[in-house]
């Protein structure tokens, strides 16, 4: 019983365990995974504008999992990465895309425009 309360003022308990033990998984990689990995997770925290909080431990986990196989495999960062890490980290995170905070202006934005193309049509 408390523990739901206390989720509703802090979000989700078992999100933040899972977040926490990603964490520590991402600063037990070997270099340059590690570096790679917390420059990606910060670039996120960035560009993401991802509000599920699932949506985001999902992502989290799914980037050290991917940074834990190439340090297993030995797989060369730019390898992964390719040219452009900036694509990558972007493509990377637009495959976890949810609902996003600018979906509410986007739906905003249509109804502005319907609504003024209603109003021109009715004069």
């Known amino acids: 019983m408390a523990s739901k309360w206390i989720e509703a003022v802090t979000g989700s308990l078992e999100q933040k365990k899972q977040y926490k033990h990603d964490k520590?998984?991402?600063?037990?990689?070997?270099?340059?995974?590690?570096?790679v990995a917390?420059?990606?997770?910060?670039y996120f925290?960035?560009?993401g504008g991802i509000t599920n909080g699932d949506t985001i431990t999902q992502m989290f986990t799914d980037l050290v999992d991917l940074w834990e196989?190439?340090?297993?495999?030995?797989t060369p960062v730019r390898?992964?990465?390719?040219?452009?890490?900036v694509d990558f980290t972007e493509t990377f995170a637009?495959?976890?895309?949810?609902?996003?905070?600018?979906?509410?202006?986007?739906a905003r934005l249509?109804?502005?425009?319907?609504?003024?193309?209603?109003k021109e049509?009715?004069?």
């Open 24 to 35: 520590a998984r991402m600063e037990a990689l070997s270099e340059p995974y590690r570096t």
């Open 38 to 42: 917390t420059a990606m997770h910060r």
């Open 45 to 47: 925290m960035y560009y």
């Open 69 to 74: 196989r190439a340090a297993v495999d030995g």
């Open 79 to 85: 390898d992964i990465v390719g040219d452009d890490p």
């Open 94 to 106: 637009k495959s976890y895309q949810g609902k996003e905070w600018i979906d509410k202006e986007r």
């Open 110 to 118: 249509t109804k502005a425009i319907d609504g003024a193309i209603g």
């Open 121 to 123: 049509t009715r004069s």
